[in-house]
Nanobody
Framework: VQLVESGGGLVQAGGSLRLSCAASGRSLSSYNMGWFRQAPGKEREFVATRSWSGITYYQDSLKGRFTISGDNAKNTAYLQMDNLKPEDTAVYYC????????????????????WGQGTQVTVSS
């Protein structure tokens, strides 16, 4: 499966963005999907995941501001980001995991099999 992110950009603190992850080659409903981000000089960190059955998990510090969702008809996953803060500035990546296990290991980048190229999100203060 090929993944292409879009929707990043420059936004003021307190604003919102919705990132999209369009898939081709195979249905996203076959995968557990994840969003990660990587700020300059930092490791890639887990943001959120949505299982093939619709179960979601979030990084604790992002609960209530970020929402992961998917549209099987459009074969696209989304990350809605609200009340953005300067510390949310990073390159955001979507990823697909083939393993049917969704309840463990979802926060580890090494457990994902396919990655998009990333989209830059910059939040100004």
């Amino acid at each position: 499966v090929q993944l292409v992110e879009s929707g990043g950009g420059l936004v003021q603190a307190g604003g919102s963005l919705r990132l999209s992850c369009a898939a081709s080659g195979r249905s996203l409903s076959s995968y557990n999907m994840g969003w990660f981000r990587q700020a300059p000089g930092k490791e890639r960190e887990f943001v959120a995941t949505r299982s093939w059955s619709g179960i979601t998990y979030y990084q604790d510090s992002l609960k209530g501001r970020f929402t992961i969702s998917g549209d099987n008809a459009k074969n696209t996953a989304y990350l809605q980001m609200d009340n953005l803060k300067p510390e949310d500035t990073a390159v955001y990546y979507c990823a697909a995991r083939e393993s049917p296990t969704y309840y463990s290991g979802y926060e580890l980048p090494k457990n994902y099999d396919y990655w998009g190229q990333g989209t830059q999100v910059t939040v100004s203060s």
